[in-house]
C-alpha cells in the first residue's frame, strides 16, 4: 500500500453523516495518508450524525455550511484556508438529497418546489462549492476537486426519480468548471460514478437492496465498496493523477459495460 499520498495536503470534505457515509470512509483514509482537511456538513446533520466522532478520530476541525448558500460556503472556504495554514489542495463533495424521493413522489408526479430544492442540494450546489473556491482563490495549483455521481446520469433506473437530471447536471459542470479551473490553477475537477452503496442517501431509494443485488450480479467485480470508493478518491486527489481533469469516472466494478451478465440470465432462467 502506497502511504503518505497526501502527506502536507490540506482540504475540504463535505458529506460525512455517519460511519457508512462514502465522504466518512474518505476521511479515515484522508487522514492515514497525511492530510490535513476540514469536515462540512449543512447545520441539521451536525444535530443528527455522527461527525464529532470522525473529527476526533481524523484530528479535524468542523464548520457548518448549508451547500446551497453561497454565505455559509465563503465564511467556510475562508476559514479552512486560516485554519489549515494556506491554500487547499482537495475537495470533496459528498452532497445528495431529493424531496421528491424523500417524500415518497414518483418521477411522474413530482413537486416542482421539491424539485428545485433537490437540485440545487444535489447539483448547483456543486457549482456554487466551486465558484465560492474560485473567487476566494482557494486552491493551490494542480489541486483536485472530486464529486460523487451515479450511473442513472446516462442510463434510466426508474426509482432513481430526480436524482438522474441532477446527476447530469453534476458531471457536466466538472467539466464545464473543470475547463476554467484547468486554465487558471491547473486544477483538476472531476467526478467518480459510483456503484450503489449501502448508506443513508442511497438505501432512501425505493427498492434499494434489489438495486444493489442487480449491480453486484451485473458487475465482473462485483458493486465497488465505499471503502474502495475512498480509495478512488484519494488517489484523485494526490500527485498520481494529476493530468486526468473534466471526466466522470465510472467506479463500478464494470457494470457500465454489462449488457447483460451470465449470473443475471441464470436468474432469469431458473
Ligand atoms: N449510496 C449510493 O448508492 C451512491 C451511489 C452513487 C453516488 N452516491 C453519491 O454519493 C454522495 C454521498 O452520499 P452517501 O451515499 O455517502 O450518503 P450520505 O447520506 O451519507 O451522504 C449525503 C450527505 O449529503 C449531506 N447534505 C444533504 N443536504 C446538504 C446540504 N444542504 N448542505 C450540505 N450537505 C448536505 C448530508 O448531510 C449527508 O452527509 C451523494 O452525492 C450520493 O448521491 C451515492
Known sequence: ???????NKKGIIFGALDEKSIAWKVAENASLQGASFVLSN???????GKIEELSKKTN?????AD???????DKLFKESVSKLGGKLDFVLHSIGMSVNVRKGRDYTDQNYDFTIKGFDVSALSFHKVLQTAWKNDSMNDFGSIVALSYIAAQKTFPDYNDMAENKAYLESIARSFGYHFGNRNKV????????????????GVKGFDTFFDYANKMSPLG???AEDCANFCIALFSDLTKSITMQNLFHDGGFSNTGISEQVIKDLTS
Open 42 to 48: 449543512a447545520p441539521i446533520a451536525l444535530r443528527m
Open 67 to 73: 451547500a446551497t448558500n453561497i454565505e455559509d460556503l
Open 1 to 7: 500500500m502506497l502511504k503518505n499520498l497526501l502527506k
Open 188 to 203: 483538476r475537477v472531476n467526478t467518480i460514478s459510483q456503484s450503489p452503496t449501502m448508506t443513508t442517501a442511497g438505501s
Open 223 to 225: 458493486n465497488a465498496s
Open 60 to 64: 479535524s476541525s468542523i464548520i457548518p
